[in-house]
Every structure is written in structure tokens, then in C-alpha cells.
């Protein structure tokens, strides 16, 4: 009988992605076993030696704990993971739920370690192979019918914690249930973008993905375009990463994208673009001087040790027609500039197909052999067009996957430019115009339906009542909307208030439009709130030019009422009469971490990463956050004792230091998340709908909280703690004299000023101080500095 509650997993191999995957699955709650070959230089007098025999295992968890970007969620997790080698510790997999192979890729390593690994695992156990391009059913080969039946590929991406893509690869004896496991368990409980591949070489993400790095090479040195001006129209302008394509080449390897394109065209004989393709000379050029990119330290790109006028290291781009180094071409493309000045990526896409210089060429072209490849590949290596779209879209980080960007260039037209063009469309894709399909995608009550070449008819996604995608209620009249946010109705009588700023930055209109939402759902009769929205970031935090506008006016006035607005409407949030939830991912700084300790919870997607981070720019936390943290304070030190000072101290450092926490989990530590009313989901897509689930299960008793006049301070004997306690941070040099003052404005709020006594006070009373206390640091040169360099620069000055 299959296995299908996993409480211990193994992993075999603990290179890169094998920790990677361990301190995962660690994050994720579960036990894990992390093992590896005996080191290649043991000595016989150390033969005996556990910690020696482990040494391999040992050491890729000890990297991992120092690793940055972090692969665990928090390091604490690492002591679910226990380590071992093969020799030893193999025998121990029949106490285990899941065994994934993650070692070397040659198809006889694996082989011999599965006919190991059958000696000892118990029948039913799910078991999985990492690879990323062996074919899955050639691993199977002489092992049991319950091996085969429970055996398939789970393709994690690097780094593990951060990819959202996991593709599950069955075998034809792979037995249905556990397929539809692994896509459930991987979705809900691993936090992956799950994605059904067929047995292809590559499979989806990687067969689409380098074809489209292939083309973009092949294309630039046909145009003579710099490889860094193609960086830039390939990044962020398109949606995709800001590594763009030749940096995104160094970043994962050259000799791994050569072995990965080599691979494609030798294995895939009727695969017609990826045949034209020919290894270009200059890639050629790299892997012979093992020039691999990063891991090399140089590629098409090498960092020199020369210094620009900005003290930055200078880095040279390779010149692919000389194969020399040398700055970059500052080539000027209109196209460039257009896309610049264009935010949404609809319309972004619309002037590509405009444009007439060099830079739109290659786009087009790059987007029409994109189109042809993809819609060639279904049924190849996928039946449906969504999951090569989600493929792309968590693999290789798009913003859009093949076919969305089709639909936003226009099918029809791009598919008729791409004929003329000599690309070759698939016949489904003139069938489907032919019959009035002109999208592959589009949205109906709230679902999202996609093109099925199959059945010739649109099909609701799968799973969709899991996910509430925002962008499916565009059709819908919305509740309530302004410049920067709108509130739409999400059915069950819940409303969600979606930010619509740039940045999803906190200025007037989604103050004003929280106030409004709190008050329809108060007096409409909804059951609750949701604060959410489908963008990388929740939100940047408030919105510095409005701050930075009134203050070097010395609009004291008018700033007073606004930062007085922005702590109301926190407390609005604290204090309504309905259940108010926020769910978050990414950025969640300054405003929207002081919004989030104001509801009744959080439903927090593993990736938020959330801090008060006013300090950098010479300012406390002015919306009522500072407030907050005397509260938990307060609570902390009634609940728990005899721990003033230390817990005050504690939580003034958080403050005093924009601490910023590098996950959901990390937040509880830091006091920004509580564990009696916040939770973690590891799927972000699924964080609006958990919060909607959450909202419904409070309303069913839900009673308005009352104002707090029982706020416990220290007064002059926390002042003085914490004054010593800025001090410390000086005489360390961790802190400027600025630094210091803002540190004693944050202690002193957090404190209750200097009261000659500890004492209970209203929350009233703090936010008053709090007020206070930012609208004197606006009035400080050295804060408007700060504010002025961030606006700027997009980073922190240090004065």
C-alpha cells in the first residue's frame, strides 16, 4: 500500500541541490535524512571515525547554514536534518516515507544506488530521482514492480528554497495516485508550483527555457548587438529577471548551458528550431578556456579590479564578434527608452511589436520563434498550454509564461507575422483562430479557463478553487476603487483591497481606501476583509515623496494630519467591527509590516520578507508600529515576569536596527509576526484564499476589540536602559551620532517618555508620542538627506 503521510524523507546526495532539497523539506516541517558517499581520502586510522565518515554530509550542511542567499527558512530548522553516508546509514531508509535520489548525473551511479536502495526500503515508500534531463523510465530498469509503480521524477530548481518550480515526471509504470500526490503534496505542503511533465528530454521548464537563451545568443550576434544592452531589453522591460540572458548564462553555468543545448539537439531529432541551432562560435570560445561564468569568474561578463568613479568594480562584456573584453557599448535604442516609460507589461508588449530599431527586432523575432517553439511542443512534451506556462513562469522566473505572452502580443497578428517571418505555427493554433478563439486564455465568474487543443474548447484551470487570482475578477464591477487600490468582492461575502500603486507604495488613496473598505464591510453586511494582492512585493512600505514633499516645505501642519491619518488607519484595521486578515508575500515593509500587526491575522507566504525599516531612512515607524512593538512589550512582560529590561531591550534593537526578517518564520522572532493569531503558507499563490478561509472562521463569533488603556511602561527605567543600550551600538560602530538620535526618539516611545515610575498607559498616549517623535526627525537635516538618497538611489545612506 502506498505511503502517503510523509513525516521522514532521505535524500541521497548532499551536493548543492541535495541540501538545498534537505533544508527544504527541514523548512517544511519534516525530519530528514541527508546522506552521502565516504570521503575519497579516508585514512585507515580514521576508518572507524563516524564524524570522519560523515564528513561529506557534514560539511554541505555546515555551508548551507552560511550559505546567502539563506536555504533555510530559518536556521533552527537545520536540527531536523540528521546526516550520514551510504556505507552506514543506507539501512535506515525503511524507516522513511520518501527517498529522493540526488547524486551525480550518470545514469549507471543512480542505477546501482536504487539496486542498493531496493535491499532496504519497504514496500509502498515513495520514492523520486532529481535529475534534471536523464530519461526518468531508463532509471527503473531491473528494480521490482512496487519500486516501478511508486518511482518518479520530482525536478526541484536551484535554489531550491527560492524556484518555485517542481516538476513531476512519471514513468508509464507509475502508478496514477502517486503522481496526483506529489503534484498535491508539492503544491500545498512544499509551497511549488507543481507542473505534470511528460518523459522528454529536458522536460518543460528546461527545454523551453534554453531554447529561448539558445535563440536570444543566436539573434544577438546576427544583429551585432552588445551582450549588455541585450541584457537590458531582455529583463525587467519583458518581465523577466534582471539577470536577462547573458548574465542569466554566467549565473547558472556556460558549460551547463552548452551540455544542456548539446543534449536537446542530439536527443530530439524532430525537434525543428532546437536542429537549427547551431553551438555558436563564441559560446565555443568560453567552455574551451573554461571561462564558465560566476563559478569561474569570468564568462560573457569578468569583473575587473578596477574601480569606476562610484567605487564599483568595472565589468567587462565580451565582444562576440572579436571574442576580446571591453566596457560596455552604451548603445542607445529607442526601444529601450519607450519601454522605460510604459509600467504595464501589456502595453510594454504592444510597443515591441511597434518598434522598428535593432533592439525591437530582436525582440519581435526572439517572441515569434518563442510562439512557434512553444505551440510545436504541445502534445510533445506537455497536453496542456498551462503548464508549460507555469513551467516557465516558476522555473525561470517570467512574469508570463509562452502563450500569456502571446495573448498579450495578439494572437492573430503575431501568429500571421510569425508566418511571413518564416516560423513555422502549429495547426492547432490556425484551427483555434479559425473557429473564433482568439485568446488562449480567459476569465469567466472568477475563473481563470484555458485552450485545450484536445478537446478544441476552454477548460477551467485545475485546482482553482485553491488559488484566488485577482486579475479573474477584472470583469466584475468593483465593490470600491480609486487611483491606487480596489476592493473586490471574492464571494462567501468576503472583500479583498488589492494596492494598485507603483510599488504597491502607501500614499493617500489606499490610506483612504482601507478607511472606505473597513466601513462598507462594516455597514454592507460583509462577513470580513482581506488585505492582498497577487504582486511580487505587498507592499515597498509609505510612500517617501509625499513624506519627503511636506517636510522640506516644513508643511508641519499638513504632515501632522498625514502621519496622524496613516496611525488611524491602523487602529481602523485593529479596532473595526469586522475580521480584517492580510496576506503577504514578498516586500513587506515600514506601512505594510505596521498594517500587518494590526490585523486580526496574518496569513504570510513563507517568501515574506518583513521589517520596520524607517530607520534607513531616518525616521521611526510612524503608522502606528512603533506603538505596537511598546504593546507586545507590554504583553510579553506581563505574561512572562521578570524579564523587563532584557525583552525591552529585545524588542527597542528590532527597531532601532530595521531588522528585516528573511522569511514568515523568521518574523516571529523578531516580534513582527505573533504564533497565537499569524500563520505561514509555503505556496504564495494560495495566501489570499488561506486568508479568505481564515476571515470566515472569525466572523462566525467575532466581537469589536475595545481601544487598550492598559499598556504597561517602563518610563525613566527603561529610558535609561536603552540609552545605555544605543550607546553600546555606538561605541561598536554600528551606529552614527544620527543613528543614536533617531534610537533615543524609538526608546522613548517605548518607554512612555520619561514617567518617573513604570506605569499603565493608553495606546492613545504612545501613538501621540510616536507623532511626535517623527515629526521632529523630519525636521532633521541628516533624516531628509536619507530620504532624498533613498528616493535617489533606492538604498539606505549611512550619515
Known sequence: MLNKRIRK???????????????????????????????????????????????LAAQALQTALKAKPAPFYDNKFASRITIGNFEDHLPE???????????????????????KVELHRKPGTLISSNTSGIPIHLMTEGRSDDFKACFCG????????????????????????????????????????????????????????????????????????????????????????KTGTFRLADLVGLDTAAHVINGMRENCPNDEQIGALQMPQFLQFLIDNKFFGNKSGQGFYKKTAEKDAKGRPVVLALNLNTLEYAP????????????????????????????????????????????????????????????????????????????????????????????????????????????????????????????????????????GDAFILLDNYRDKKPVFQNAECILHDIGDGVLCLEFRSKMNAIGEGILRGLQESVQIAETEGWKGLVIGNNAANFTVGANLMMIAMLAYQQEWDELNMAVNFFQQTSMRLRYSAIP?????????????????????????????????????????????????????????????????????????????????????????KYGYLLPQKDQVVHNAARNIAEAKAKVLILSEDYTQPIQRKDVFVLGRTGLGALYAAAHTLKLGKYATEHDIKIAQKIAWVLCGADLTSPQMVSEQYLLDLEREAFLSLCGEEKTLQRIQFMLENGKPLRN
Open 580 to 668: 480584517v486578515v492580510m496576506a503577504t508575500q514578498g516586500y513587506v515593509f515600514g506601512g505594510g509590516c505596521e498594517f500587518s500587526m494590526h490585523a486580526d491575522a496574518v496569513v504570510a507566504a513563507a517568501e515574506s520578507y518583513i521589517g520596520l525599516v524607517e530607520v534607513g531612512v531616518g525616521l521611526i515607524p510612524g503608522g502606528a508600529g512603533t506603538k505596537e512593538f511598546a504593546v507586545r512589550t507590554s504583553d510579553i512582560i506581563t505574561r512572562e515576569g521578570d524579564v523587563q529590561i532584557p525583552t525591552l531591550i529585545e524588542q527597542f534593537k528590532t527597531i532601532a536596527t530595521a531588522q528585516v526578517a528573511t522569511s514568515a518564520y523568521e518574523a516571529f
Open 9 to 55: 524523507v532521505a535524500v541521497l546526495g548532499s551536493g548543492l541541490m541535495g541540501t538545498g532539497i534537505a533544508a527544504h523539506l527541514a523548512g517544511c516541517g519534516l525530519e530528514v535524512l541527508l546522506l552521502d558517499i565516504l570521503p575519497f581520502d579516508l585514512k585507515p586510522e580514521e576508518a572507524t571515525v563516524p564524524a570522519v565518515r560523515n564528513r
Open 93 to 115: 531508509v525503511k524507516q522513511v516515507d520518501w527517498i529522493i535520489e540526488v547524486v551525480v548525473e550518470r545514469l549507471d551511479i543512480k542505477k546501482q544506488l536504487f539496486e
Open 154 to 241: 520530482t525536478h526541484f530548481f536551484n535554489p531550491v528554497r527560492y524556484m518555485r518550480l517542481l516538476e513531476i515526471i512519471p514513468t508509464p509504470d507509475t502508478k496514477a495516485e502517486v503522481v496526483d500526490f506529489f503534484m498535491h503534496y508539492g503544491d500545498v505542503i512544499l509551497g511549488k508550483q507543481t507542473v505534470l511533465c511528460k518523459d522528454t528530454p529536458a522536460f518543460i521548464a528546461n527545454r523551453v527555457g534554453v531554447y529561448a537563451m539558445a535563440k536570444i545568443f543566436q539573434l544577438t550576434h546576427e544583429l551585432g548587438l552588445g551582450i549588455d544592452v541585450v541584457d537590458q531589453l531582455t529583463g525587467p522591460a519583458i518581465g523577466r529577471p
Open 328 to 463: 560596455g557599448a552604451k548603445e542607445k535604442l529607442p526601444i529601450l527608452d519607450t519601454l522605460k516609460q510604459i509600467e504595464e507589461l501589456p502595453r510594454r508588449m504592444k510597443a515591441i511589436f511597434k518598434g522598428e530599431d535593432k533592439g525591437a527586432e530582436l525582440l519581435k523575432r526572439a517572441f515569434l520563434g518563442l510562439f512557434a517553439y512553444a505551440c510545436n511542443r504541445v502534445p510533445e512534451i506537455s497536453d496542456t498550454l498551462y503548464a508549460i506556462d507555469d513551467a516557465l513562469r516558476a522555473g525561470f522566473a517570467w512574469e508570463k509564461g509562452p502563450f500569456e505572452y502571446w495573448d498579450l502580443a495578439g494572437v492573430a497578428e503575431t501568429t500571421e507575422l510569425a508566418t511571413t517571418n518564416g516560423e513555422k505555427i502549429a495547426n492547432w493554433v490556425h484551427e483555434m483562430l479559425a473557429a473564433g478563439h482568439t485568446s488562449f486564455y480567459k476569465s469567466e465568474n472568477g475563473r481563470r479557463l484555458c485552450y485545450n487543443p484536445a478537446t478544441k474548447s476552454y477548460e477551467p484551470l485545475p485546482g
